[in-house]
């Protein structure tokens, strides 16, 4: 008998009465808003898995002709092939999202069609265990057995399918390469009636742009690929790259090659021996160019042999990568259940093991695990046993490495941060140097009795850091205990003297209050002490983690002043305090009506700017470009800067309500070492944003949190004071020394090793009443009698395993959501404990259980999730998501300008000299930041630069502020090293505060001249962004003195291209003389030496060329004017 189909689109009503806490209930399903869209299943004759060898050629490397059946679920947005093997049953799942748009229909003889679905990653794969005895004449599909995840499927019977130890990226061939094979061919013979219902499915699927269809005929637009075997190709199976190249000083080639091949860029089918001869024939620099190249391009490239001729031929500059000398090129490799992703190496800040072991650097890799698109493979949303193959084949990666050329990479350890991303470090041996010799130079971990902590303990060492330099002077002071609460749990403090050591060495314009740091086997933050004198640090045993001999001090973060925001989290737990509805809408309201009005009023820009404070500068840097006048005189970079900053804006407000809190702050913790701040008492006192010459002091009450918060009582109301004992302190927060319980527990359970809290004296957004603070009383970490590192790598994947963390968060954002008490509902507060236990999982080894009746079995549409059941909240946070539209943000690229606008007021006379060096700078530093684009596939030049970043290209499951975080690290080390090229001709010497403005104004013309951009040596298109790498000598420039610009009534066009002209004729006629090498010195002493500046010969030029865009002269007037005088050759 067949079963009823049970319907989903029924409606039940439920409701809470408002009332104290309740008792955990199980919470009624939440009815769907919308009927279920259809979901449709066609019967296909056969299955074929293969790869697109060249347009409009399908290779097929595996058939299946059993109970092969394809389902397209518009609800779900996903797609389902399953098929019989070897008498079991197999589904291949991926989403809608995940296809690419290549997905086609073909119309074949007799009645025949296919479906060819390519996919950007490997479909989920399945396999259905029975739950009873199999019943070889049973056909159905029971919803009692049930589906599993596999990373193997057999070729055929008998075939051993354990994979090759270490994993390598040319597995066997007895199996179906599911990571490989990732185009999908599905062959169905269709009557006339099902023809029909074959194309209403079609054009369904055209609506969510699936395929292309012809609506005005209604009918599909057929493609016809050919059919390729194995068989008919010259090689049987694909070649390994590493048998071309044998010498190990060649890894580098390989490595760039199992890059490409493993990205799909190249396919092993298209690299043939003449390909690979030739590559082998080339110098090694130019060979990993060319791949380099290959993987700038970010797409498939279907001829490799003759795209080697052709970029062989040309005999393009080699440009050699700009790396920072505390940064390093970093390897990373994708592990997922079917494939691994070599990555092309990401410059990042360098780490204590990294720097140590330079020589070997190269044999360091990051290995990450994740699932097919991405996602984490953590715990199941019901059944923890469904992903077993997936946690046995981490294991094996972990006990037997992995294989890339000829080395094998093997585990070393894994950091805390890493262990949530899922990754740890790897490392290939050599003959003088093994991983344990690595483990035991790093310190001795042996005191260290719980499996979670000493893996942490280890990972400590990986932590990216500036190296700055020894400390002779290391003291050890007692910890503050009040009540057995830890009030200064990871805080030190710093001398005055070492902290202006360690902000010269970071090249900050002030010294900061605080720093995170690693010293050894410590952590944490040091403060800045007055009572600390000579090169001296002060630890507490809260810091000091394990023993190590090591004694230089490291630098994680420095403390600065960054805006405040509100998001998800906290609006729920304000609402749920009782802050009303219409203080968040009308926040969002006067955010989109001044981001409406930047672009043409320059005074909201600067304001609005100023109010989102960033900690790289970037805020700051566009309000100075706009007061100087350069967005006025529409100058493509800053317009540009401020479209990105606004669909930023609308983005985060969408995606997350994310809310700017003008009066707010987010801020590094510290602690009040004076003791003079009494219970629920705080200081700060922070940077101006409006003039960050001044310091501003908040008094008042106050709302501090810390996110992630969950619990009503992790908002805490407190009272910010004057405290004159703390006025050398700025941008952090000073928590009380004194007190029942210390402040930073209360707030999420934080402490103060490195934590960072929001502070808000916005009246408007403090509760009336303070509600109790959480108290999270954990089990206590389960010991061992030694941690071996078998014992590590097991916990590595149990932590994997029942990584829940994030579907708690979830649960608890759409259960707050649904009930009318919110944050206070009975699941909410028990949300909040487990949450509390998983965020300590990585340091007690004690996973959080999330009990079934705690999780939410539908969710508010703001959190976007279309393939669970869903409603359309009626709450605050659905009514701010749905006053945005995603069109506001998501073409943002096509609203970017590149119409570039020559700014006359950048012309020093005296720059010409600086030009030849400013072509070749501009050349390596546009080569190296493209590079840095591409290896975290930024969009952008100007997202790369800000740090307003829409998205990326691999994200892994970074928290986006931590990607965002690694993205700016590596673009701002970048930077500073031109800037010191800039710099460093004039180290030493006085009076260059000329020529330094003479520079500039060189780099900022040969990116901006037309004739210059017109003749520029690039391998990519046009970037802006060099000559504001020194954009406060361009603003200097730029509003410089303009005391004659009305004195002169001449037609200012003619003067401006003339004076141009005489410039640049002068220059070159000196060149031609034999005065190309001349010092900058020289140049300085003729113009101030024949040209003083307060002569009337000489003010009249500089101030006609900077009055020359509005008196009208045009850049085409100008590149006329100087095309005759300049040889770019």
């Known amino acids: 008998m067949r079963r009823a189909r049970s319907t989903r689109n029924s409606v039940r009503t439920w409701s809470i009465a408002p009332g104290p806490p309740s008792p955990p209930l199980p919470l009624p399903r939440w009815p769907l808003a919308e009927s279920r869209p259809r979901r449709e299943v066609l019967r296909a004759t056969c299955l074929q898995l293969g790869s697109i060898l060249d347009p409009g050629f399908f290779l097929s490397e595996w058939t299946a002709y059993d109970n092969v059946s394809i389902a397209l679920d518009f609800e779900s947005k996903s797609l389902q092939i399953r098929f019989c093997h070897l008498q ?4 291949l799942e991926t989403m809608f999202k995940h296809i690419n748009p290549e997905l086609s229909v073909s119309e074949e003889e007799n009645s025949r069609y296919a479906i060819i679905v390519p996919v950007m990653f490997p479909a989920r794969s399945w396999v259905l265990k029975p739950s009873r005895p199999a019943n070889d004449t049973e056909q159905r599909w029971e919803q009692k057995e049930k589906w599993e995840r596999v990373v193997t499927i057999p070729l055929g019977s008998g075939s051993d399918i354990s994979e090759p130890e270490p994993l390598t990226l040319h597995p066997t061939d007895r199996v179906v390469r599911l990571g490989k094979w990732i185009v999908y061919r599905v062959e169905l013979r269709l009557s006339y009636a099902e023809r029909q219902r074959f194309n209403q499915v079609l054009r369904e699927a055209a609506d969510n742009n699936l395929v292309e ?15 390729i075997k194995p068989l008919d190709l010259p090689d049987l199976y694909p070649l390994d790259p590493a048998a071309f190249f044998p010498d190990p000083k060649d890894f580098d080639i390989i490595y760039r090659l199992e890059s490409l091949i493993s990205q799909d860029f190249l396919h092993e089918r298209n690299l043939n021996v003449n390909f690979y001869r030739k590559l082998a024939s080339l110098p090694k620099e130019r060979a990993v160019s060319i791949l380099e190249s290959f993987a700038a391009r970010k797409r498939r490239v279907f001829s490799p042999y003759a795209n080697l001729q052709d970029l062989a031929a040309r005999l393009l500059p080699i440009v050699p990568t700009v790396i920072p000398p505390y940064c390093v090129m970093a390897r990373k490799v994708i592990v997922t259940p079917t494939t691994i992703y070599v990555l092309e190496p990401t410059m990042e800040t360098s780490n204590r093991v990294l720097r140590h072991y330079r020589h070997v650097q190269d044999r360091f890799l990051r290995v990450q695990f994740v699932d097919e698109a991405g996602g984490k493979v953590g715990a199941s949303d019901y059944d923890s046993d469904i992903n077993t193959e997936l946690y046995a084949r981490i294991y094996s990666v972990l006990k037997s490495g992995l294989k890339i050329g ?26 003088d140097l ?13 005191k260290e009795k719980t499996v979670a902590k000493n893996a942490a303990r280890m990972g400590q060492c990986f932590s990216s850091t500036r190296f700055i330099d020894e400390v002779t002077e290391i003291r050890e002071i007692p910890d503050i205990y009040h009540n057995n609460f830890n009030f200064s749990d990871g805080v030190g403090k710093i001398s005055l003297q070492l902290a202006t050591k360690v902000a010269e060495r970071l090249q900050l314009t002030s010294v900061p209050s605080a720093f995170q740091f690693r010293l050894g086997g410590a952590k944490g933050v040091l403060c800045v002490s007055n009572y600390v004198k000579g090169n001296c640090v002060e630890l507490r045993p809260s810091q000091i983690k394990f023993k190590s001999p090591h004694a230089h001090l490291e630098i994680i973060k420095t403390s600065t002043f960054t805006s405040a925001h509100l998001n998800r989290q906290v609006i729920t737990l304000l609402t749920t305090l009782g802050i009303p509805d219409k203080i968040f809408l009308d926040r ?22 100023l109010k989102h404070i960033d900690k790289y500068g970037t805020a700051r840097a566009m309000a100075s470009m706009v007061r100087a006048g350069f967005l006025e005189r529409a100058d493509p970079y800053i317009q540009n800067l401020i479209r990105l900053f606004r669909v930023m804006i609308l983005k985060d407000l969408k995606g997350k309500a994310k809310i700017h809190v003008p009066d707010g702050a987010y801020l590094l913790g510290v602690l009040d070492e004076t003791v003079t701040l009494k219970e629920d008492e705080i200081f700060v006192q922070i940077t101006d944003p409006d003039d960050s010459s001044k310091l501003k002091t908040i008094v008042g009450d106050c709302i501090v949190l810390r996110v992630p918060c969950f619990h009503p009582g992790d908002v805490r109301t407190v009272k910010a004071v004057e405290c004159p004992k703390l006025s050398h302190l700025k941008d952090v927060l000073v928590f009380p020394a004194d007190g029942y319980r210390d402040l930073p527990s209360m707030c999420s359970g934080g402490d103060l090793d490195g934590d960072e809290f929001t502070v808000i004296w916005d009246t408007k957004l403090i509760p009336k009443t303070n509600y109790p603070p959480h108290e999270f009383k954990g089990s206590p970490p389960t010991t061992v009698k030694r941690v071996t590192m078998n014992k590590i790598k097991n916990f590595f994947v149990q932590y994997i395993k029942n990584d829940n963390l994030g579907m708690i968060a979830n649960a608890h954002l759409a259960l707050a959501d649904q009930s009318p008490l919110g944050a206070l509902e009975g699941h909410c507060l028990r949300l909040a404990g487990l949450h509390s236990v998983a965020v300590d999982f990585p340091k007690t080894g004690i996973p959080a259980i999330f009990e079934r009746e705690c999780r939410a079995t539908a969710f ?27 069109s506001d943000y998501e073409s943002y690229e096509s609203t970017l300008s590149y119409d570039l606008r020559f700014d006359c007021r950048i012309i020093v006379p005296g720059f010409e000299q600086f030009v030849p060096e400013a072509r070749t700078l501009k050349f390596e530093y546009d080569h190296a930041l493209r590079s840095l684009r591409n290896q975290y596939g930024i969009a952008t030049e100007f997202e790369l630069v800000s740090g307003y970043i829409m998205n990326y290209l691999q994200s892994g499951h970074k928290r986006e502020f931590e990607r965002r975080e690694q993205v700016m690290d590596s673009s701002a080390a970048l930077r500073a090293q031109f800037v010191d090229k800039f710099e460093e001709e004039f180290a030493g010497k006085t009076d260059v505060t000329y020529a330094r403005k003479a520079k500039a104004a060189a780099w900022y013309y040969v990116t901006y001249h037309p004739w210059e951009i017109q003749h520029a040596a690039t391998d990519g298109p046009i970037m802006f962004s060099f000559p504001w790498l020194m954009s406060g000598l361009l603003c200097e420039i730029a509003t410089g003195d303009t005391r004659k610009r009305d004195e002169r009534t001449a037609d200012m066009t003619e003067f401006t291209i003339d004076a141009l002209r005489r410039m640049v004729e002068e220059y070159h006629r000196e060149r031609s003389e034999g005065s190309e090498g001349s010092d900058y010195v020289v140049l300085e002493d003729e113009i101030y030496d024949e040209m003083d500046e307060d002569d009337d010969d000489f003010a009249p030029l500089v101030i006609t060329v900077q009055l020359g865009t509005a008196a009208g002269a045009s850049t085409q007037e100008i590149m006329k004017a100087e095309s005759r005088f300049y040889d770019f050759e």
């Open 860 to 886: 508010p549409d703001f959190m976007e999730k279309p393939d669970k059941p869903s409603y359309e909240s009626e709450k605050v946070l659905g009514v701010i998501y749905r006053s945005i539209q995603a």
């Open 88 to 91: 079991k049953k197999y589904k």
């Open 588 to 609: 969002m309201a006067q955010t989109i009506k001044r981001l409406d009005q930047m672009l043409g009023n320059p005074q909201v820009a600067i304001d609005f700017v």
């Open 434 to 446: 093994s991983s344990d010799q690595i483990r035991e130079w790093m310190g001795d971990f042996s």
């Open 213 to 227: 269809y012809d609506f005005a005929a209604r009918a599909p637009i057929y493609k016809f690929f050919e059919i």
């Open 406 to 431: 000829d080395r094998v990479y093997e585990f070393l350890a894994s950091s805390n941060s890493q262990l949530r991303e899922h990754a740890s470090w790897f490392f290939a041996p050599t003959p």
